[in-house]
């Protein structure tokens, strides 16, 4: 279990986590929804999980931190993210801190430096320097993340968010620098789940535009991936998940790996169905001498047992299908909205290739929360009198400048 790391992002979310519960639990959040009750009882069953594995005593200090990085981030988005205003506003904040980054990363890439955790080391403790060998001549950027992946990750993560959202508002030149920017980012990890994590943005991003006079053109898709699905079950040697995790590599030796950790890892999943092996170390070959698992959901299962993987799968698809499947939403709205799924989407593609852990963990539960205010957008009044869907505060604004010079935004 060891001793407890609090990073900014951890401090952050011990004091904000009780505040978010409150704030949720008096309503002030919308209503309560599927993915809010499936995330508190992941955080639950990881508890009951690691008390059977290690004891109750052991178990408190991995639980707490469990329930703080999962129910911290995800509430904090929940209950401060309640508009289209506060997500744009989140989105830019997130784009100015890689657009900081961006010229210290390149010189990482260029030449195996760190310096952004060289200055922090020098204030405080900090995680370590990985020197990983170079790949096509330059060094992956680690940025001031614990691996060049997580770097990755954050940066190539908001690229959808970036070109439909906060780049909306931008003409010719400066939106494709903005999103320039950020995809480059992603690209000096130099690792293969980010650079997964763009390409499926890019292509959703493409789909969208190209068939944008298509109505149904998202059913299309869904038809596209089983006719996919189907030609490699039937046609391959491999299951589809074998199929997608042993290509979605920057190398065939890092797919190979992947294949492996796939076979013993479910192997695992067989014999300890119900509460895992906690923080034990899981069966595999000597040969396999690294203890990582390189897949998010599998790694969960494997730690927390099949009902972990259930709750956090159904908190990540009922959030995400409400999401897509709200009806009269203007174009900003149907706009960000496109923004928010792609991404979310992304993560659940590239979980199947590398962990979330950390700060990318953080970072994922808090996008997957900063999207619920989608579902609080009235549209029970659209429907009757034709007008486009507004969020409460933007109607209450509106009739309260109508009658009155005071300005504001009313709560939402």
Known sequence: MGSISLSAYRIVLLFTVLPCLVKWLSGQAGRVRVADIGLLLFSLWTAISLAHAHGISAALQSSGIIFVETAGAYFLARC???????????IGLVAKIVILLAPFSLYEWITASKPILAFFQTVL??????????RLGFWRVQGPFSHSIEFGLFCGSILA???????????GRRRWILTLVVFWSALMSMSSAPIAALMVQIFLIAWDWVLRRQSQRWILLGIAAFAAYLVVELGSNQTPIQFYISRFTFDAQSGWWRLAIWEYGTASVYNHPMFGIGFADWARPSWMTSDSIDNFWLANTIRYGLPALFFIAVSCLSLTFA?????????????????YLACMTTFFFVGSTVHFWGATYVWFVFLLGSGAWFLDIQTDRSAHTGRRARLPSDRTSRRNASGTKQNGRGQS
């Open 80 to 90: 401060y993210i309640r508009d289209a205003n506060d997500f744009r506003n989140m």
């Open 125 to 134: 403790p900090t995680v370590p320097a990985n020197l990983d060998q170079p």
């Open 161 to 171: 968010l970036v070109f439909l959202v906060l780049s909306r508002e931008q003409t």
């Open 323 to 339: 999401v897509g499947l709200k009806k009269g939403l203007d174009e900003r709205h149907a706009t960000y909205r496109l923004a």
